[in-house]
């Protein structure tokens, strides 16, 4: 009997985390916004300049900027600007 409440135990005190973490998540994709960028940036397909434009979700501006550089790398862009931010 007594192993069978442990066992218990255990079991709720795992979904007791596991909600924690989902509740968690949640809350942070509900914090994320869409930002948007536009620019004139080298694009190798033309091997030339042209306009282009980059969109992510981050939680503020620093971390927009920052997925900005990771996925299309900064010296790829002549000028670059946000030109809006919204609500997921």
Request: aromatic fraction near 18%; proline fraction near 1%.
């Amino acid at each position: 009997m007594v192993n069978e409440a442990g066992c218990f135990y255990s079991w709720l005190v795992f979904c007791s985390s596991q909600l924690v973490l989902y509740i968690h998540t949640v809350k942070k994709l509900n914090d994320m916004k869409k930002y948007e960028f536009t620019g004139i940036r080298f694009v190798p397909g033309y091997n030339d300049f042209d306009q282009d434009w980059f969109e992510c979700e981050a939680e503020n501006e620093e971390e927009a900027w920052k997925e900005l550089d990771k996925y299309t790398k900064m010296w790829t862009w002549k000028s670059v600007k946000l030109i809006k931010v919204s609500q997921n």
